[in-house]
């Protein structure tokens, strides 16, 4: 087990943000964590982070930061159809894809890419192109804060919805995932009618095969997405609003051009990005934060930006949304 004090997060967070935590403690196994736990020898508040991609910090941390260190791939549980992989939670989220391609299993192809580590995928029920990760997901292993006793969500218990899981509303702050369990197809299982895929597939003309689906949706995420080793973001910044489709019908005969894509029945999702760049928000800035100029999705750090700003910024955008369609959208990005 690692622990530090006055320990720097710019590293530990995908906006660069040169913020710093009171404690940072990383741990390697379960048992590590738990003993941890029991103790109760940390310093309170206490913070689980993972990569850092989905997190603004508006300042330093005053309590505990804790990391996970719990790599590893386990098949639990194999049929002529279905492989269930076992997941360390410290594992980088577009390895573990990688990996799936490379075994020739399908499912988690369309989320290439996206940055973070596999145990934020169960909490914040990431998701791309079509898919979401409540449609791999089997289990969740966990660890509860108070107690330091495990225990196991199914995917049911998990409570998934768009971006949502009972980890980040009922239980936020109460256990710490330590392993996840996927179900990936052997047999192919393609999704391309979100976004611009299956046009990309058809200009190149190449076979369907994961390696060549995989290689697009990088590209077409690398194309729109800045690389926050460059420059500073969290990728999607808010989330699609889901609308009643009376709404948004009602909207589209002021902007027929408005997209939308099927959210269960009598609703629908709206591309947040859309409205945010009709308002005139792409490519512009407030102080050292922006709207990055090719996907107004994102809000990116220009250069020495604090956490306030970012916000500051963020308050504006939902702001103009809101006068202009009526429609509120929210970050997806948490606030520390």
Same mark, same amino acid.
């Given at each position: 087990m690692k622990e530090l004090k006055d320990y720097s997060l710019l590293h530990h967070n995908t906006f660069g943000m040169d913020v710093y935590a009171a404690y940072f403690v990383e741990y390697g196994s379960e048992d590590e964590l738990c003993t941890f736990l029991k103790q109760k020898s940390y310093k309170l508040p206490l913070l689980h982070i993972g990569g850092g991609s989905n997190l603004l910090f508006s300042g330093n941390f005053e309590g505990t930061v804790l990391h996970s260190a719990i790599k590893g791939y386990e098949i639990v549980a194999e049929t002529s159809d279905t492989v269930d992989v076992r997941v360390g939670a410290g594992e980088v =989220?577009?390895?573990?894809?990688?990996?799936?391609?490379?075994?020739?299993?399908?499912?988690?192809? #369309?989320?290439?890419?996206?940055?973070?580590?596999?145990?934020?995928?169960?909490?914040?029920?990431?998701?791309?192109?079509?898919?979401?990760?409540?449609?791999?997901?089997?289990?969740?292993?966990?660890?509860?804060?108070?107690?330091?006793?495990?225990?196991?969500?199914? #995917?049911k218990e998990c409570e998934y919805a768009y971006r949502k899981s009972i980890f980040k509303l009922e239980l936020k702050g109460k256990y710490i995932v330590t392993y996840v369990t996927y179900r990936l197809h052997k047999q192919p299982v393609w999704h391309l009618d979100y976004g611009n895929i299956r046009t990309e597939l058809e200009k190149e003309a190449c076979p369907l095969t994961l390696e060549n689906l995989r290689r697009i949706v990088i590209r077409i995420r690398e194309d729109k997405l800045p690389d926050p080793a460059q420059t500073g973001n969290a990728g999607s910044f808010f989330m699609n609003p889901v609308i009643p489709k009376e709404r948004f019908e009602a909207l589209r005969r002021t902007y027929p051009d408005m997209p939308s894509y099927p959210a269960g029945e009598n609703f629908v999702k709206v591309p947040a990005g859309w409205m945010i760049e009709r308002c005139g =928000?792409?490519?512009?800035?407030?102080?050292?934060a922006g709207v990055h100029s090719r996907q107004a999705l994102v809000l990116v750090n220009l250069g020495g930006a604090t956490g306030q700003e970012v916000m500051h910024l963020a308050n504006a955008v939902v702001a103009s949304v809101k006068e202009k369609f009526g429609i509120d959208i929210y970050p997806e990005v948490n606030y520390i």
């Open positions: =989220w577009d390895d573990f894809v990688a990996y799936t391609v490379q075994h020739n299993w399908y499912g988690a192809v #369309n989320l290439s890419l996206i940055p973070g580590e596999v145990g934020a995928s169960a909490v914040q029920n990431i998701g791309a192109y079509g898919v979401e990760a409540k449609d791999l997901i089997v289990a969740v292993d966990t660890v509860c804060v108070d107690t330091g006793e495990f225990r196991r969500f199914t #995917n =928000w792409k490519g512009k800035s407030l102080g050292h």
